[in-house]
């Protein structure tokens, strides 16, 4: 692997009815899964989700109850996990803290006896961007630093799959973020399949192509995260992936690409595409916090207004989010950016709108 060359991608995963089954509950419920050569691939969920026992299952450090895994055209289900063409990058790095760092990196190449161990060792560390760190043992980096090599030494023999369960968990907020870059641009680079496991929905959403949202075992929904996020199918999806208000609807009528709903008394209007096939009643309308606005009570632009009283407001110096009560009783959370438009105040009167296209519509989960 030479630093800066374009690998062919590799690694095509499937996950074919597999299950995972203790005693007394159900880790990973029957999930099937296709998983693109070279995609950076991740599994989100929160704790007990079965994201980490599925990564588990992918390395071969867990054995399913049943189904299969397969890589390319190989069955790797009961393949031992040093068999496997799949490495694993944990949140502790597991460093050899006697060793400096190029010999932690080829230590694996060494036990191989690759004869040009030292060269794809250093290679490794060029991408990682730590050659000048080469002599220097563990100690002497940083968090961050430390990652990295862990990184280097899981992608120098080429797996076919790198694993990363929850990699950045113990850094701190600010190279967390910058990891997040760099794992993205190492992806791009080599060209190896990424599937990472994490809590973290800005993380998944940040760095991967693909996202499976996890839930009790199963895949709630699987798609880009820019699909996720403007058209989640489940209200566990919607509040997971940032925050939603939920308004319940009933459907009135469908003319053409327009549906009329009403929401507690309120006639609203919604995109007949965002209605589930079928359903008219049980309905939710979802509208994320920022695609509202504070508008006029006499602004005639808006077809979707509501009115309530604001009951808080938070500055976080880009935005202001206010909590607007409705006359039912419902908190809607509201987000404007500070462009220099008027804030609102507390106990304040206002009237919020929305565009139709920025709202979905989920049915009962």
């Keep these: 692997m030479a630093a800066g060359v374009q690998r062919r991608a590799t690694g095509e ?10 005693e007394d509950f159900v880790a990973v419920n029957g999930i099937d899964l296709d998983v693109p050569p070279g995609s ?5 969920g929160p704790s007990g989700c079965g994201k980490t026992t599925t990564l588990r299952m992918i390395a071969g450090l867990e054995e399913p109850t049943s189904g299969r895994i397969l890589l390319g055209t190989e069955d790797i289900t009961n393949t031992r996990a040093h068999q496997r063409r799949v490495n694993t990058v944990f949140q502790s790095y597991a460093l050899f803290p006697h060793l400096n760092i190029i010999d932690n990196v080829g230590f694996g190449l060494r036990q191989l006896k690759v004869a040009n161990w030292k060269t794809k060792a250093m290679e490794a560390l060029e991408l990682v961007k730590l050659a000048d760190r080469a002599k220097q043992k563990p100690r002497q980096l940083s968090g961050g630093m430390q990652q990295r090599v862990a990184l280097a030494r899981a992608i120098v023999n080429e797996p076919e799959i790198l694993l990363l369960d929850e990699p950045l968990g113990a850094l701190d907020l600010k190279l967390r973020r910058e990891m997040q870059i760099e794992l993205k641009r190492i992806q791009q680079e080599v060209g190896i399949t990424f599937i990472h496991v994490t809590h973290d929905q800005e993380e998944a959403m940040t760095m991967a192509d693909t996202v499976a949202v996890m839930r009790s075992g199963s895949i709630e929904q699987l798609g880009t995260p820019a699909d996720l996020y403007d058209k989640p199918a489940t209200a566990f999806v919607a ?10 609807i009933e459907v009135t009528s469908v003319s053409g690409a327009v549906a009329k709903v009403v929401s507690h008394g309120s006639e609203l209007t919604v995109e007949s595409a965002s209605l589930p096939d079928g359903q008219t009643a049980g309905l939710r309308l979802g509208i994320r916090p920022e695609k509202l606005r504070l508008v ?3 602004d005639s632009v ?13 500055f976080t110096g880009v935005a202001t989010t206010y ?5 039912w009783g419902q908190e809607i959370t ?8 008027a804030r609102a105040t507390l106990g304040e009167q206002v009237t919020i709108a929305w565009d139709p296209h920025h709202a979905f519509v989920i049915g009962a989960d």
Excluded at 40 to 44: E, H, I, K, P
């Design 13 to 22: 995963l499937r996950l074919v009815e597999l299950f995972r089954e203790y």
């Design 40 to 44: 950076f691939f991740a599994l989100l």
């Design 239 to 248: 509040n997971f992936l940032g925050q939603s208000n939920l308004l319940p």
């Design 296 to 298: 006029s009570a006499t």
């Design 302 to 314: 808006w077809t979707n207004r509501l009115s309530g009283e604001v009951t808080d407001v938070s």
């Design 323 to 327: 909590l607007i009560r409705m006359a």
């Design 334 to 341: 509201v987000t404007q950016p500070n462009d220099g438009t």
